[in-house]
């Protein structure tokens, strides 16, 4: 009898695609919303807790944005292996269950310790978005993943929508409002994965074994050099996760200390963005990659975050940051690009392992990015002559630039060097 709980296979599982990528679909929605409504709060509730001190709240957002990153870094080749072992679904719901946990203790917690305990819970089990792009992976054909991951994208966009604009509004109510939000937020989608979310990876598709070779960073990094064309992307991959840090790492503080924007103007622009990036993931993803293939779309997408991150950095008021958000959207080109091109170069059964050594990079560059950006920020307050309060954003911009470059060489040096490789490391 077949399992109710797991997406058929075979000729009814084109039917079963679309059901099944509207259940992960909601669950990236109301994931990236609860994380969107504490976005604009939490550096505020930090600078609480050190007096208002806006260069110490930064660096306490460098401790703990730093300590998240390696536990993330730590964890996700283990949940990239564990979702290629066991099923996408219960890797999923341990780390919904994870992230709720953390916004509890942002809710409640008396001291600084306490949050810290809470950052350390959300990075030991930071797999939601990971384990979701692998879901997408096991139910779409490798031509549309592309599309797929740019709807993903749009699905993230969504949740950014309201959320950040509703933390910043119930933020001025009281600022562990926002918390307590989140958290039900983030459980509730826990329960309906519990009740709804079928599994997409049947039995005689998953890993043999767990590997403690490669249920490591190191060990999962060799993925990335086993096969024709990866270490190219893997290196995009990670300067683009490594720029993008500069968003959570000062983003707040640097709008608030430079524009006097308070958290319900950093949410409403935060939702403006999101409300972009809807449109370029939902509208324009698939007509690029369609005319431009996926590195086309991957380049078009470093070109836009180059261009807006430099932009944001010289930008004098809030107006005239508020007038480069449309060309940053077309940054939401890259990432779609890119993962559909990686998730090409890999089998069924090491598609969470992909994701896993993904989410690797991405905790690396949450280990280096706030301390390089928050650090950054800190040193051009505490020297206002020297007059460069962009100083993060135009670092990440040079990132972006670099990423570009690299993006360019791998063009006519990996994509065009014939077959892929499918021996496994």
């Given at each position: 009898?077949?399992?109710?709980?797991?997406?058929?296979?075979?000729?009814?599982?084109?039917?079963?695609?679309?059901?099944?990528?509207?259940?992960?679909?909601?669950?990236?929605?109301?994931?990236?919303?609860?994380?969107?409504?504490?976005?604009?709060?939490?550096?505020?509730?930090?600078?609480?807790?050190?007096?208002?001190?806006?260069?110490?709240?930064?660096?306490?957002?460098?401790?703990?944005?730093?300590?998240?990153?390696?536990?993330?870094?730590?964890?996700?080749?283990?949940?990239?292996?564990?979702?290629?072992?066991?099923?996408?679904?219960?890797?999923?719901?341990v780390s919904l269950g994870g992230l709720g946990l953390d916004f509890l203790f942002m809710a409640f917690a008396p001291s600084l310790a306490w949050l810290f305990v809470g950052r350390l819970i959300s990075g030991a089990t930071s797999g939601v978005f990971s384990t979701a792009n692998a879901y997408v992976a096991d139910v779409t054909a490798p031509e549309d993943r592309a599309r797929a991951f740019g709807w993903m994208g749009a699905?993230?966009?969504?949740?950014?929508?309201?959320?950040?604009?509703?933390?910043?509004?119930?933020?001025?109510?009281?600022?562990?409002?926002?918390?307590?939000?989140?958290?039900?937020?983030?459980?509730?989608?826990?329960?309906?994965?519990?009740?709804?979310?079928?599994?997409?990876?049947?039995?005689?598709?998953?890993?043999?074994?767990?590997?403690?070779?490669?249920?490591?960073?190191?060990?999962?990094?060799?993925?990335?050099?086993?096969?024709?064309?990866?270490?190219?992307?893997?290196?995009?991959?990670?300067?683009?996760?490594?720029?993008?840090?500069?968003?959570?790492?000062?983003?707040?503080?640097?709008?608030?200390?430079?524009?006097?924007?308070?958290?319900?103007?950093?949410?409403?622009?935060?939702?403006?963005?999101?409300?972009?990036?809807?449109?370029?993931?939902?509208?324009?993803?698939?007509?690029?990659?369609?005319?431009?293939?996926?590195?086309?779309?991957?380049?078009?997408?470093?070109?836009?975050?180059?261009?807006?991150?430099?932009?944001?950095?010289?930008?004098?008021?809030?107006?005239?940051?508020?007038?480069?958000?449309?060309?940053?959207?077309?940054?939401?080109?890259?990432?779609?690009?890119?993962?559909?091109?990686?998730?090409?170069?890999?089998?069924?059964?090491?598609?969470?392992?992909?994701?896993?050594?993904?989410?690797?990079?991405?905790?690396?560059?949450?280990?280096?990015?706030?301390?390089?950006?928050?650090?950054?920020?800190?040193?051009?307050?505490?020297?206002?002559?020297?007059?460069?309060?962009?100083?993060?954003?135009?670092?990440?911009?040079?990132?972006?630039?670099?990423?570009?470059?690299?993006?360019?060489?791998?063009?006519?040096?990996?994509?065009?060097?014939?077959?892929?490789?499918?021996?496994?490391?």
């Amino acid at each position: 009898m077949a399992n109710p709980m797991e997406v058929p296979r075979g000729s009814s599982a084109r039917a079963a695609r679309s059901p099944a990528f509207a259940f992960i679909f909601v669950s990236a929605v109301t994931s990236a919303m609860s994380i969107g409504i504490m976005v604009p709060i939490l550096p505020n509730l930090l600078k609480q807790f050190t007096g208002g001190d806006t260069a110490a709240a930064v660096e306490w957002n460098v401790v703990f944005a730093t300590c998240g990153g390696v536990m993330s870094f730590l964890a996700g080749p283990v949940l990239g292996m564990l979702a290629d072992l066991w099923g996408r679904r219960p890797v999923l719901l341990v780390s919904l269950g994870g992230l709720g946990l953390d916004f509890l203790f942002m809710a409640f917690a008396p001291s600084l310790a306490w949050l810290f305990v809470g950052r350390l819970i959300s990075g030991a089990t930071s797999g939601v978005f990971s384990t979701a792009n692998a879901y997408v992976a096991d139910v779409t054909a490798p031509e549309d993943r592309a599309r797929a991951f740019g709807w993903m994208g749009a699905a993230f966009n969504v949740g950014f929508l309201a959320g950040p604009a509703l933390g910043g509004l119930l933020g001025q109510v009281n600022l562990r409002l926002p918390f307590m939000a989140a958290a039900a937020l983030t459980l509730a989608n826990a329960l309906y994965g519990f009740l709804i979310l079928p599994e997409s990876l049947p039995p005689d598709r998953r890993a043999a074994r767990f590997s403690l070779a490669k249920a490591n960073p190191v060990g999962s990094l060799r993925l990335l050099r086993s096969r024709s064309g990866l270490p190219g992307l893997a290196g995009v991959y990670f300067l683009n996760q490594l720029a993008q840090m500069v968003w959570p790492s000062v983003f707040v503080l640097y709008t608030g200390y430079r524009y006097g924007w308070t958290p319900g103007v950093v949410g409403l622009t935060m939702m403006g963005g999101s409300l972009m990036g809807v449109a370029v993931q939902s509208f324009v993803v698939g007509p690029v990659i369609r005319h431009f293939g996926e590195r086309g779309a991957m380049l078009i997408g470093a070109v836009a975050a180059t261009v807006s991150m430099a932009w944001y950095g010289i930008a004098p008021t809030g107006l005239a940051y508020w007038l480069g958000m449309p060309i940053s959207c077309l940054a939401g080109l890259m990432i779609p690009g890119l993962q559909g091109l990686m998730t090409q170069k890999v089998g069924a059964d090491e598609q969470g392992q992909l994701q896993g050594a993904n989410q690797s990079m991405a905790g690396l560059a949450s280990v280096i990015g706030p301390s390089l950006f928050g650090l950054s920020f800190a040193w051009a307050v505490r020297h206002p002559a020297i007059g460069v309060p962009g100083l993060p954003m135009l670092l990440a911009g040079t990132i972006m630039a670099v990423c570009l470059i690299l993006g360019l060489t791998f063009q006519t040096h990996a994509i065009e060097t014939g077959p892929v490789d499918t021996a496994h490391s």
